[in-house]
């Protein structure tokens, strides 16, 4: 187990540390690299967004993928949340409890 | 500047700490499901020093919670750096809008900063508007707090996780709110919402695509680099229109 922590911790920092390697001696990277680092951010974390939603259209039976009842309504009430108080221990703590409620009904 | 008005402005590390509590509630809920699930499901002997371990040692969400999943079913190595992989590559590129921030910081302090690249740390280094020597020690705090709040989430759940009985289903949805949180904070500005749709629409078209192809378990796990390559590809050729609007900021 040891083995599997540092091999993951060596080579995330490694990954991680591609574009400072690459990049880091002090020439400016390509305009579109900028473009790209500037524009992924949204995008990667919608991508995972629908990660996670991903995950749960798995862990339901075949036929009751289109009844995510529950993890729509408690990621609409996170949204919602988030969106009108600006307050996201406060939209974490409701939206998860509100699922975890939910999902025993759904 | 008079003496007054220093003692009255907030220090980096104040502004660092302040930014970093949402980080706090949610790596702290992550970070203790996390720990709970490692101690529930994870079939391990000392829980509690394996999640402190692992968490300190790479700081990932993702890679957190499918490290339960390895130790549970001891996966082959291969698999496991493949998917670390693929999780990483997101973080190197949030590197690449990182290299000016962290231009000019001490090898070590770059490499910490660079270890500790995570979504939420990511998420309010590029938030913050400070100038550049405040900035990369407002990184470096920022780091430090939030890789602490998750190493200590993992333990503390770990170490609950064995002692309390806990309602293990559902708390996982704390990883998915978070995402939706920082989701709607970064929608709020305008530019942001093209390449969240576009981010958006190429994940859930290659997750269909892959579940039609692999089936659905495997399609999960294998969706991201596909999805961050289809989205990257969009991005570029819609360069033209959306580059002016982003260096505007």
Same mark, same amino acid.
């Given at each position: 187990?040891?083995? *599997?922590?540092?091999?993951?911790?060596?080579?995330?920092?490694? *990954?991680?540390?591609?574009?400072?390697?690459?990049?880091?001696?002090?020439?400016?990277?390509?305009?579109?690299?900028?473009? =790209?680092?500037?524009?992924?951010?949204?995008?990667?974390?919608?991508?995972?967004? #629908?990660?996670?939603?991903?995950?749960?259209?798995?862990?339901?039976?075949?036929?009751?993928?289109?009844?995510?009842?529950?993890?729509?309504?408690?990621?609409?009430?996170? #949204?919602? @949340?988030?969106?009108?108080?600006?307050?996201?221990? &406060?939209?974490?703590?409701?939206?998860?409890?509100?699922?975890?409620?939910?999902?025993?009904?759904? | 500047?008079?003496?007054?008005?220093?003692?009255?402005?907030?220090?980096?590390?104040?502004?660092?700490?302040?930014?970093? =509590?949402?980080?706090?509630?949610?790596?702290?809920?992550?970070?203790?499901?996390?720990?709970?699930?490692?101690?529930?499901?994870?079939?391990?002997?000392?829980?509690?020093?394996?999640?402190?371990?692992?968490?300190?040692?790479?700081?990932?969400?993702? @890679?957190?919670? &499918?490290?339960?999943?390895?130790?549970?079913?001891?996966?082959?190595? #291969?698999?496991?750096?493949?998917?670390?992989?693929?999780?990483?590559?997101?973080?190197?590129?949030?590197? @690449?809008?990182?290299?000016? !921030?962290?231009?000019?910081?001490?090898?070590?302090?770059?490499?910490?900063?660079?270890?500790?690249? !995570?979504?939420?740390?990511?998420?309010?280094?590029?938030?913050?508007?400070?100038?550049?020597?405040?900035?990369?020690?407002?990184?470096?705090?920022?780091?430090?707090?939030?890789?602490?709040?998750?190493?200590?989430?993992? !333990?503390? $759940?770990?170490?609950?996780?064995?002692?309390?009985?806990?309602?293990?289903?559902? *708390?996982?949805?704390?990883? !998915?709110?978070?995402? &939706?949180?920082?989701?709607?904070?970064?929608?709020?500005?305008?530019?942001?919402? =093209?390449?969240?749709? #576009?981010? $958006?629409?190429?994940?859930?078209?290659?997750?269909? @695509?892959?579940?039609?192809?692999?089936?659905?378990?495997?399609?999960?796990?294998?969706?991201?680099?596909?999805?961050?390559?289809?989205?990257?590809?969009?991005?570029?050729? =819609?360069?033209?229109?959306?580059?002016?609007?982003?260096?505007?900021?």
């Amino acid at each position: 187990m040891l083995v *599997i922590i540092l091999a993951v911790g060596v080579l995330s920092w490694l *990954i991680r540390a591609l574009p400072f390697l690459l990049f880091g001696r002090g020439e400016r990277p390509p305009k579109a690299v900028t473009y =790209i680092g500037r524009v992924l951010s949204p995008a990667a974390i919608a991508m995972l967004s #629908v990660y996670c939603y991903a995950g749960y259209v798995n862990a339901r039976p075949p036929l009751e993928h289109l009844a995510m009842l529950a993890e729509f309504a408690a990621g609409a009430v996170t #949204v919602v @949340l988030q969106w009108r108080w600006r307050n996201p221990p &406060l939209s974490i703590a409701v939206g998860t409890i509100l699922y975890m409620v939910l999902v025993r009904f759904f | 500047m008079r003496p007054e008005e220093t003692s009255r402005r907030p220090s980096v590390f104040g502004k660092a700490f302040a930014a970093s =509590i949402p980080v706090m509630a949610g790596y702290g809920t992550m970070g203790f499901a996390a720990g709970v699930l490692l101690a529930v499901n994870g079939g391990i002997s000392c829980p509690a020093l394996w999640g402190a371990l692992s968490s300190a040692a790479f700081i990932s969400g993702p @890679l957190q919670y &499918l490290f339960v999943d390895w130790v549970h079913t001891s996966l082959a190595l #291969v698999s496991v750096l493949a998917i670390v992989l693929c999780v990483n590559l997101r973080y190197s590129l949030y590197g @690449l809008s990182l290299l000016e !921030t962290f231009r000019g910081a001490r090898f070590w302090t770059r490499f910490y900063l660079i270890a500790g690249i !995570t979504d939420e740390t990511y998420a309010l280094e590029v938030a913050c508007d400070l100038p550049p020597a405040e900035k990369r020690r407002y990184c470096l705090f920022l780091t430090a707090l939030d890789h602490f709040y998750w190493v200590l989430g993992v !333990t503390v $759940g770990a170490f609950a996780g064995e002692a309390l009985p806990f309602p293990s289903e559902g *708390i996982d949805f704390a990883m !998915t709110s978070l995402f &939706l949180v920082i989701l709607t904070e970064q929608c709020r500005t305008r530019v942001n919402r =093209i390449p969240a749709l #576009v981010g $958006g629409v190429s994940a859930v078209v290659m997750f269909a @695509l892959l579940v039609l192809l692999i089936g659905g378990a495997r399609a999960r796990a294998d969706m991201l680099i596909p999805s961050m390559v289809l989205a990257i590809v969009i991005l570029l050729s =819609i360069r033209n229109r959306l580059e002016p609007l982003t260096t505007n900021n």
